[in-house]
């Protein structure tokens, strides 16, 4: 069975170590990226075409709505937001958000 290729994309550290430290025990699942910020994220996801993205909205100079406006794979990946922010909830699913974690989170109610 094909692992879910997955990027995780946070301009906080902590943050991307959690989710990358929760994932790595998860047989189905390969990190293939960890982006810093949403231009790394694009080229990463243009490039890599991975199944699942775990996604920040608001980071410097081009926000997690803007890396989806601006991926050209098709089809495009799964996005998962993963924020400290409700208020962009509503926007995530426009974006065809497959969910809207807000941070702090439990593990259980990502996996």
Known sequence: MEKIR?????????AREGLKLLFEHLDD???????KNGIEAIESINRLKPHLILLDIQMPEVNGFDV??????????ITIFVTAFDKFALD?????????????FSNGRLI
């Not at 997955?6 to 902590?14: A, G, L, Q, R």
């Not at 699913?93 to 807000?102: C, G, K, P, S, V």
């Open 92 to 104: 995530a699913f426009e974006h065809h958000a497959m969910d809207y974690l807000l941070k702090p």
């Open 6 to 14: 997955t990027i995780i994309v946070d301009d906080e550290e902590e």
């Open 68 to 77: 989806l406006d601006n991926i050209t794979i098709d089809p495009k990946p």
């Open 29 to 35: 699942y390969e990190i293939v990226n960890v982006s």
